[in-house]
């Protein structure tokens, strides 16, 4: 069973996405459910994790209504705002629609280094825990020590890694990526997905070997029962194809694995962090 714990849908009809500069110019079209239904028939996919792209409870809802009708969006990773006073009541009506599974925010693009050290953050990410939803904490390499800060305040919250916290592949860097990594590693409540890899990489030239320290050090800290696959599709578009994100990581790391490992990192891994239906 595969699962793709990693993808994005969009309406540019609805809403403007501010992170899509012109740069991303292959990104500003739609990408709705018909699309990913067409990108993933030939890759034996059993059921996916749609993941928030806009900070808005109406994307969230959105989403939702997708999901609710698609027999291959198993989970819903949405938005709220953190700090909302009414936030435990937002989370009630969300969890209303059982595929509501987690939130994330775009702590990659805050231009306050602390932002995720807030009280208030703090307290929203609690209630997400009390109120058994996963986090999907999406940071660049360099917020990774205020990421560690922030585990030790959240001893048990169920938290998972977009990314592999998007080190600086193009430029071969590993430190203190790699150590800030193996330390948050050292928390069993955490997970990491082995996604959005080609993006930083040259998108032109990457080579498979760009990846193999990244994958191979990820897989020697978290072990194979705490990495998901995640295409992150369609962002992965700038760099490459769904055929080519699948199969990097096999290339690199499937003659360390047995099948059941094997299957867990495909699709185990995700169907239980994620509760997924």
Not at 85 to 92: A, H, P, V, Y
Not at 233 to 253: F, N, R, S, T
């Amino acid at each position: 069973m595969i699962i793709d714990s990693h993808h994005h849908l969009w309406n540019l009809r609805l809403r403007d996405y501010p992170w899509m500069s012109p740069e991303l110019k292959p990104l500003d079209r739609n990408f709705l459910e018909d699309d990913l239904v067409k990108t993933v028939q030939s890759s034996h996919i059993s059921g996916t994790v749609l993941v928030q792209a806009h900070q808005s409870l109406e994307e969230t809802r959105w989403l939702l209504q997708i999901a609710e009708k698609s027999n291959l969006i198993l989970g819903v990773v949405g938005w709220v705002d953190l700090k909302e006073s009414n936030l435990e009541k937002t989370l009630e009506k969300l969890k209303g629609n059982l595929k509501f599974k987690g939130v994330r925010h775009l702590i990659q693009d805050e231009p306050d280094a602390n932002w995720m050290l807030q009280p208030e953050v703090i307290r929203g990410l609690k209630m997400l825990h009390e109120a058994r939803l996963t986090y999907d904490l999406l940071v660049k390499s360099h917020q990774l020590e205020n990421a560690l800060r922030l585990v030790e305040r959240l001893p048990e919250m169920p938290i998972i890694v977009d990314h592999i916290a998007k080190p600086s592949i193009k430029a071969g860097i590993r430190e203190p990526w790699a150590s800030q990594m193996k330390e948050l590693a050292r928390s069993p409540h955490i997970y990491c997905k082995i996604s959005g890899l080609i993006t930083e990489a040259d998108h032109q030239h990457w080579r498979e070997t760009d990846f193999s320290f990244y994958l191979e050090h990820i897989l020697y800290v978290f072990g194979w029962d705490r990495i998901c696959w995640g295409s992150d599709w369609p962002v992965c578009l700038m760099a490459g194809d769904y055929g080519q994100v699948m199969k990097l990581p096999e290339i690199i790391l499937r003659s360390s694995a047995n099948q059941a490992q094997w299957d867990a990192f495909m699709g185990g891994n995700a169907l239980k962090f994620y509760d997924l239906l």
